[in-house]
């Protein structure tokens, strides 16, 4: 409940800040998810993990990456949080959430910290792809900044996948980020990749 004062308390009084609940979630899951920077370096001091793992395989990281709280992201950076760490379901990593979602600084700031945008799922999918798909333009400028391919395209061998928010359809390998946008509804992102030299004559594959 970010509640610094009584976690204080608690972790003087000895509680055990690696404790696991039903559902094997930590308090630094929890810290993470409310996007706490001062009670992620709390647990952290008192003996947490900074590289902490859900059943699923989702980490603090990730957790703080999709909230999009930077000054926690930081902090998790700074204790030598995994930035190539992948989820078990489908692969994914902190900044595909992260540009999912939206959160550009924190895009930039796991880029800086080593994170690789140019991994790719097998349904094809990257961090800007992602971040396409969802309409993200702040996050698509950081990725073009630090070198994603406008033209990139969708490349797997199979037609399932995460389906495009506007229900469109699943998306089919070989089409490129210009069609994800245009046929997601997000005409503003895909004139902005026309701008940044995104090919208009591109063939959309059926």
Not at 21 to 44: D, F, H, K, Q
Request: some cysteine.
């Amino acid at each position: 409940n970010d509640d610094l004062e009584t976690a204080e308390l608690l972790i003087r009084a000895g509680a055990d800040v690696k404790a696991l609940n039903r559902y094997a979630v930590t308090p630094m899951s929890l810290a993470c998810t409310n996007g706490s920077a001062a009670m992620v370096e709390l647990l952290i001091k008192a003996g947490a993990n900074p590289n902490s793992v859900l059943p699923g395989g989702e980490t603090a990281l990730m957790t703080a990456a999709r909230t999009g709280r930077l000054e926690a992201v930081q902090v998790l950076l700074k204790h030598g949080a995994d930035v190539h760490a992948k989820e078990l379901k489908r692969g994914q990593t902190a900044i595909m959430w992260a540009a999912a979602e939206g959160h550009a600084q924190v895009v930039e700031e796991l880029i800086n910290a080593g994170a690789q945008f140019r991994d790719r799922l097998s349904t094809g999918f990257t961090p800007f792809l992602f971040a396409v798909r969802e309409g993200r333009s702040d996050v698509v400028r950081v990725l073009l900044k630090a070198g994603a391919d406008v033209n990139e395209t969708i490349q797997t061998t199979t037609v399932s996948g995460p389906r495009p928010a506007s229900g469109a359809g699943v998306p089919r390998p070989g089409n490129s980020a210009l069609h994800l946008a245009v046929v997601n509804g997000h005409l503003e992102l895909a004139a902005m990749l026309l701008d940044a030299s995104a090919d208009p004559n591109a063939i959309a594959v059926g």
